[in-house]
């Protein structure tokens, strides 16, 4: 699990450093629209709502924006669009398996940027299903490190549906099961453990190790790929090394 740990860090930097507030509002904007649609507008009792509220006030979004795109959701204000998830498959340089995950008004204009980000940046689309079977759906929990140690963690969550706790320097990344995850934040919270962020993400069963030079350009795909206001998220089957990872800090 090594990989999937150094890449979720080079994520999470890459996420802190970007510039792109705007665009970044905008999806969770997107999302807390979409689960309030799905779930209803109590996140009290909607707790994918209540998730991605907290992330958007996590990364500033105005309260404002907040409270308009769960009231557009839920139906309380009028406007709400017709968001649909759609994922698109194809290989990026190195033949690196890419999962493109698109939350659309508009499945014609998602298809037509991805296609063409893809095309530019040494990318190509491949059939439903070609890389899907390569990646599972995988639930996160993460906490800040602080004083806890690997093991603390473990005993708090290994009742709830953990499947184990990776170490990523600052914080520990606990994986579990997609419909787990409100199941292990229960279990921290009773251990007053502090919950810093959740998700689910797509994890890949094989992996392609990369040097630095190839991993940048995967990255420029990335990059390219996350212009596109439709696209939400990019997962790809890449290993970078601890080495590959102080090189490209070092950019």
Not at 27 to 37: F, G, Q, T, Y
Not at 220 to 238: G, H, P, W
């Amino acid at each position: 699990m090594s990989g999937h740990s150094k890449w979720a860090t080079t994520k999470h930097k890459k996420a802190a450093n970007d510039a792109k507030r705007g665009k970044e509002f905008a999806k969770l904007i997107k999302n807390i629209e979409v689960a309030a649609r799905t779930g209803g507008g109590d996140p009290s009792a909607n707790p994918t709502l209540d998730d991605m509220i907290k992330k958007a006030k996590k990364a500033s979004v105005p309260n404002d924006n907040i409270e308009r795109a769960r009231k557009r959701g839920s139906g309380e204000e009028a406007g709400g669009a017709d968001w649909q998830t759609i994922m698109y498959e194809g290989y990026g340089p190195n033949g690196v398996a890419v999962l493109i995950e698109c939350l659309t008004d508009n499945r014609n204009r998602a298809a037509s940027e991805v296609r063409t980000a893809m095309s530019k940046n040494g990318g190509n689309m491949a059939e439903s299903g070609a890389v899907s079977y390569m990646f599972s759906r995988t639930g996160l929990v993460f906490v800040a490190k602080g004083e806890l140690s690997e093991d603390d963690v473990l005993m708090a969550v290994l009742d709830a549906g953990a499947e184990e706790v990776n170490d990523l320097g600052e914080r520990f990344e606990i994986v579990c099961a997609p419909g787990d995850v409100a199941a292990v934040r229960e279990a921290l919270a009773e251990a007053e453990i502090e919950v810093d962020d959740s998700e689910t993400d797509f994890r890949a069963s094989v992996e392609v190790p990369l040097e630095v030079n190839e991993a940048k350009r995967i990255f420029r795909l990335i990059d390219a790929l996350e212009e596109s206001d439709d696209v939400q998220n990019v997962y790809t089957n890449m290993d970078l090394s601890d080495e590959v990872l102080a090189a490209l800090d070092e950019d």
